[in-house]
């Protein structure tokens, strides 16, 4: 007769036939790792080890692994995304209300703002005056009246700069000079050392 014993058990079921515990094995009452004694062994060993039970051990599959709904999960994937998109939209809110205030200040002053005005005594005292205007469709720039390569400018700026001391420059120029013209005198003003410029406006009737 058989023997059976959970692992390590130190009770057994005992006067069992092998059809009884390969049965009680197929039923789920014994595992794999339970140990038998057969009529024949002189000790305990695995079913799954046993020569007459392992081919049906081995046919055994073992019982998926049971799931249980946890009810207290809190999804926080929904819960992001919403913060998030009250962040972004609090973000937004905040910086439009402060551009809106910022344009709709107040001046410091009552006064209506306007161009600067600079007098002619201004000029001779702290200004290098360069002009640029369109001649034959090409522009002409002039240093204190005085024709230059556009290529020499701000050599001749920092020349101006260095015999006179004057740091400031006042700027005139055509309507239709290309920017690229004004950009090149703004540019050589300031590699020249020239604190500040001063732009007069060009007259749009004036080509």
């Given at each position: 007769m058989?023997?059976?014993r ?5 009770s057994a ?12 094995l197929?039923?789920?009452?014994w595992?794999?790792t ?6 024949a ?14 081919e ?5 599959e073992?019982p998926?692994?049971?799931?249980y709904?946890?009810e207290t999960r ?9 913060c998030?998109v009250?962040l ?10 402060v ?7 107040p001046g ?5 703002a ?6 002619t005594e ?5 200004m290098i005056?360069v002009?640029?205007?369109m ?12 024709v230059?390569?556009?290529n020499?400018l701000q050599?001749?700026l920092?020349?101006?700069?260095r015999?006179?001391s ?13 920017h690229?013209a004004?950009?090149a005198?703004q540019?050589?003003?300031k ?5 500040k410029?001063?732009?007069?406006l060009?007259?749009?009737?004036k080509?």
């Amino acid at each position: 007769m058989w023997k059976i014993r959970h692992q390590g058990s130190p009770s057994a079921l005992s006067d069992l036939t092998l059809a009884q515990v390969a049965e009680g094995l197929a039923d789920g009452r014994w595992e794999p790792t339970d140990e038998v004694m057969g009529p024949a062994d002189k000790e305990w060993v695995p079913i799954e080890s046993h020569p007459q039970l392992e081919e049906i051990a081995a046919q055994l599959e073992p019982p998926p692994p049971r799931h249980y709904d946890d009810e207290t999960r809190l999804d926080m994937n929904a819960l992001i995304d919403v913060c998030l998109v009250l962040l972004i939209f609090f973000i937004l809110t905040t910086s439009y209300a402060v551009l809106q205030k910022r344009m709709e200040a107040p001046g410091v002053s009552g006064d209506k703002a306007g161009p600067a005005v600079i007098t002619t005594e201004k000029v001779a005292q702290q200004m290098i005056r360069v002009t640029v205007r369109m001649e034959n469709g090409n522009p002409v720039y002039k240093v204190e009246d005085q024709v230059v390569d556009p290529n020499n400018l701000q050599a001749e700026l920092r020349r101006f700069v260095r015999a006179t001391s004057k740091t400031q420059l006042l700027f005139e120029h055509d309507y239709d000079v290309p920017h690229g013209a004004v950009v090149a005198v703004q540019d050589a003003a300031k590699l020249a050392g020239m604190e500040k410029v001063s732009l007069v406006l060009p007259d749009k009737g004036k080509k």
